[in-house]
């Protein structure tokens, strides 16, 4: 059974990088045809579509947010990672990881992590 | 304000039919497949359709997804109290080029 699970900081600072980790097991990212993203959601708000990767390398990111976002695969350690420059309290939410069979829909996900931007 | 547009709420008593919109436009639903998710609360959201209508294993034939047009929609017969939840309809958009949701409408079970 494929499993995801998210990790980093909880908090981070205004101005600073978010980084998190999504580990994936029970599965490879180097699987073809499959992408992995990342979806987040403010508290108590919807959801919002923040970057994905193909399993070639290609990344694709939310045009909002595209001069802030980096998303890479590390097929050495079957993780994938996401790295958002220049926080602010707006980027505040639970930050999910999940598998797509296609661009838009994710069979998989993480349990999230909620994550922070505050002094 | 969201690309997709759903009712924020909707309800239906034990046993009842509901029915969940979410309209966009061509170059979102217009031209390309709808999917939908479930999000209980505290919980991760789960897929409920891809592909406007395929349901991935697991969901029940109580649900049902279609599209028309620019809009879609997402049936629920026979309504359980452990429907009760966040559903989200979700597309790429064209012109905005990028995965896009809706802003979610809350099922309550009366």
């Known amino acids: 059974q494929l499993q995801l699970q998210e990790s980093g900081p909880g908090l981070v600072k205004p101005s600073e990088t978010l980084s998190l980790t999504c580990t994936v097991s029970?599965?490879?990212?180097?699987?073809?045809?499959?992408?992995w993203g990342w979806i987040r959601q403010p508290p108590g708000k919807g959801l919002e579509w923040v970057g994905s990767i193909y399993y070639t390398g290609t990344a694709y990111y939310n045009p909002s947010l595209k001069s802030r976002v980096t998303i890479a695969l590390d097929t050495s350690n079957n993780q994938f990672s996401l790295r958002l420059n220049s926080v602010t309290a707006a980027d505040t939410a639970a930050y999910y990881c999940a598998r797509q069979r296609d661009v838009t829909a994710a069979g998989y996900w993480g349990q999230g992590i909620l994550v922070t931007v505050s002094s | 304000q969201s690309v997709l547009t759903q009712p924020p709420s909707a309800s239906g008593t034990p046993g009842q039919s509901v029915t969940i919109s979410c309209s966009g436009s061509s170059s979102n639903i217009g031209s390309n497949t709808v999917n939908w998710y479930r999000q209980l609360p505290g919980t991760a959201p789960k897929l409920l359709f891809y592909t406007n209508n395929q349901r991935p294993s697991g969901v029940p034939d109580r649900f049902s997804g279609s599209k028309s047009g620019t809009s879609a929609s997402l049936a629920i017969s026979g309504l359980q109290s452990e429907d009760e939840a966040d559903y989200y309809c979700a597309t790429w958009d064209d012109s905005l080029n990028g995965w896009v949701f809706g802003g979610g409408t809350k099922l309550t079970v009366l």
């Open positions: 029970g599965g490879s990212i180097g699987t073809p045809n499959f992408y």
